[in-house]
């Protein structure tokens, strides 16, 4: 594991930041979650301010940005599918059955892995760690929006480890969306395939593959927990529609991630987390991602102009 920390030469955070990002749930099917701020000062705590807060809770939800992580070293739409061609993987996902999950599961990991990548952000304020994936074969990646935001430089690590220098094609703030480029290595790159997000169901088995915490190439394992949900990110922040909710892990550094399919399909993007409104904490299996058939409309569009004119 120290091995891992070495390797994304970035520290990890020693404290969790100061501002919130909320998120709040609209037109989302069934009980709402609660979420609460993710940083805020301990309080003390007494009968009457539990009680306000869990009424609160109930009537408004925040979250935080699954996000990236950030360590200061400084001072203080179109329906055009996304080129699928490419180098892809040699490897291919059995079909599911009753007795190889974990045959599946394996296969599906080597196939995604070579598709993700770790993002590292320079900014006036320091350094930041996201993560993206590659969706067309000229060298286009996709994350968050949140991940580049004020980056002052970007350099992508592929699978293999190779360094790139990547430029920022475009964004889409109101989506959390945004679009690199790096150019491809004489060898290739290996392109993630996207699925279509309206198939998904509640309780179908998916993977997040990112770098949380800047421990690269981190796969973790879940459900999808609901669909159609809207989250907002808070204050000037995005508002995501039809977020995918699943209980797959997603931590600081997972963002502009992949949520897979058990075919290896790309089905969403991990963005944010939820956090537990009585503790203050991350909630547990609580995370959101941008479904893919919004990726599939917005990032063409990026590609093609920079920016976003259809939704």
Request: without cysteine; charged residues 10%; negative net charge.
């Amino acid at each position: 594991m120290q091995d891992l920390y070495v390797e994304n030469q970035t520290p990890l955070p020693h404290q969790v930041p100061t501002e919130p990002a909320p998120t709040s749930y609209q037109n989302a099917p069934g009980p709402m979650p609660p979420v609460s701020p993710r940083r805020s000062r301990s309080r003390v705590r007494t009968g009457s301010m539990i009680a306000l807060t869990l009424l609160l809770a109930v009537v408004l939800g925040v979250g935080m940005f699954a996000g990236w992580q950030f360590s200061r070293t400084g001072s203080t739409d179109t329906t055009t599918a996304v080129s699928q061609s490419g180098t892809g993987s040699a490897t291919t996902a059995p079909s599911l059955t009753s007795n190889n999950i974990e045959a599946v599961r394996e296969a599906v990991i080597a196939k995604v892995r070579p598709a993700v990548v770790q993002v590292n952000v320079s900014t006036s304020n320091g350094s930041a760690i996201g993560s993206g994936v590659i969706i067309d074969r000229r060298g286009y990646i996709v994350t968050n929006n949140h991940v580049v935001d004020g980056a002052q430089s970007v350099e992508v690590v592929l699978y293999n480890g190779t360094n790139l220098q990547a430029q920022l094609v475009g964004t889409d703030p109101a989506d959390d969306l945004a679009v690199l480029k790096i150019t491809p290595p004489s060898s290739g790159l290996t392109v993630i395939t996207l699925g279509d997000s309206s198939k998904l169901q509640v309780g179908q088995e998916v993977l997040a593959i990112g770098n949380p915490l800047g421990i690269t190439q981190t796969v973790t394992n879940g459900i999808i927990s609901s669909v159609g949900r809207n989250v907002s990110e808070g204050q000037g922040g995005a508002t995501i529609t039809n977020a995918i909710q699943t209980d797959a892990p997603i931590n600081p550094g997972n963002s502009g991630g992949a949520l897979v399919d058990m075919q290896g399909n790309l089905i969403g993007i991990p963005t944010l987390t939820a956090i537990d409104p009585e503790f203050n904490t991350p909630a547990n299996g609580v995370g959101f991602a941008i479904p893919s058939n919004h990726v599939a409309s917005i990032v063409p569009q990026i590609i093609q102009t920079g920016s976003v004119t259809q939704n």
